[in-house]
């Protein structure tokens, strides 16, 4: 009778247990979509979408580096400016920072690759938004 009693404890703590970690899982799935659907309705778009005019500035950004000395290149900071953004190299952290003209001001960071003495610009999702 006594194991019995136990038993049935137990397996109710347990099944309890189960479900709040079902219960919390849902909770932690909903928290994070609102956060993802939060930063659509605020920005226009998601933290994963490259502008075309983005992607414009990089690539003509990347197309000017190439023509230079990759030596030359990287021997301080800089920045290069076209129509609507910006480009800047800080020697320190080693990475370029793209800044847009538009509002929201925004700096999203990019990483690079040499490869076969050319520069591959490779634009990230971290985002800065300054005021």
């Given at each position: 009778m006594f194991v019995k009693k136990r038993g049935s404890v137990l397996i109710s703590t347990i099944l309890i247990?189960?479900?709040i970690i079902i219960i919390t899982n849902c909770a932690f799935k909903m928290m994070k979509n609102n956060n993802?659907?939060?930063y659509l309705y605020k920005?226009?778009?998601?933290?994963?979408?490259?502008?075309?005019s983005e992607k414009n500035s990089l690539f003509e950004f990347m197309q000017e580096l190439n023509k230079e000395e990759i030596e030359k290149v990287?021997?301080?900071d800089f920045q290069k400016t076209n129509s609507n953004n910006t480009l800047n190299y800080n020697k320190e952290k080693n990475i370029f920072y793209l800044r847009n003209?538009?509002?929201?001001i925004q700096e999203r960071k990019?990483?690079?690759i040499?490869?076969?003495k050319k520069i591959i610009l490779i634009p990230t999702y971290k985002i800065k938004y300054i005021e």
């Open positions: 247990l189960s479900l993802e659907m939060e920005h226009d778009g998601d933290i994963y979408n490259l502008k075309n990287f021997e301080g003209c538009k509002k929201p990019v990483k690079y040499k490869k076969n």
